[in-house]
């Protein structure tokens, strides 16, 4: 996926990241279940009349009986290395009201060829402190692009300061 496209164009297909994620844990053995709701395949009318976080529900519950010291979580996947601006701003309501000690709220950012990359929100929050505004010029979303590898080598965003 194209993290420069606009929220038009990444969502114009089927979503990609969700799909990824799926297969990943589908050839891993991991248990999942979808939870969220699914804004391309699905869409519902009136959607964003909906409280922000019931529209924002976790995309899936993950079990991985083989972990050994987190086998359960929630997931917020993620096609691209964008975060906006609102989303960046309720990840504490998130974690208060999504994450337990035995079940945490991780965000997994999945990309063609590349297992997914999670991270707990705590990450998400350092990189995304770490990054620059930028906005989307066909709906001035603001959004920043965190700091994280690119499927064809390098990274995304800017490297944040040490």
């Given at each position: 996926?194209?993290?420069?496209?606009?929220?038009?164009?990444?969502?114009a297909?089927?979503?990609?990241?969700?799909?990824?994620?799926?297969d990943?844990?589908?050839?891993?053995?991991?248990y999942?279940?979808?939870?969220?709701?699914?804004?391309?395949?699905?869409?519902?009318?009136?959607?964003?009349?909906?409280?922000?976080?019931?529209?924002?529900?976790?995309?899936?519950?993950?079990?991985?009986?083989?972990?050994?010291?987190?086998?359960?979580?929630?997931?917020?996947?993620?096609?691209?290395?964008?975060?906006?601006?609102?989303?960046?701003?309720?990840i504490?309501q998130?974690?208060?009201?999504?994450?337990?000690?035995?079940c945490?709220?991780?965000?997994?950012?999945?990309?063609?060829n590349?297992k997914?990359?999670?991270?707990r929100?705590?990450?998400?929050?350092?990189?995304?402190?770490?990054?620059?505004?930028?906005?989307?010029?066909?709906?001035?979303?603001?959004?920043?692009?965190?700091?994280?590898?690119?499927?064809?080598?390098?990274?995304?965003?800017k490297?944040?300061?040490?």
């Amino acid at each position: 996926m194209n993290a420069n496209a606009s929220y038009k164009q990444r969502n114009a297909t089927f979503n990609i990241g969700e799909t990824r994620f799926e297969d990943y844990c589908k050839r891993n053995n991991i248990y999942f279940r979808r939870l969220g709701f699914d804004q391309v395949d699905g869409p519902l009318p009136n959607f964003f009349n909906i409280n922000p976080f019931v529209r924002n529900l976790p995309d899936y519950f993950v079990c991985n009986m083989l972990a050994k010291n987190q086998p359960t979580a929630l997931v917020m996947v993620k096609g691209t290395p964008n975060i906006t601006r609102s989303e960046f701003e309720k990840i504490p309501q998130f974690v208060t009201s999504y994450a337990s000690p035995r079940c945490p709220l991780l965000y997994a950012f999945v990309y063609e060829n590349m297992k997914p990359i999670y991270m707990r929100t705590d990450e998400v929050i350092r990189l995304y402190k770490a990054s620059e505004d930028r906005t989307w010029p066909k709906n001035n979303t603001i959004h920043r692009t965190l700091y994280m590898p690119h499927p064809d080598g390098g990274f995304w965003g800017k490297e944040p300061n040490k």
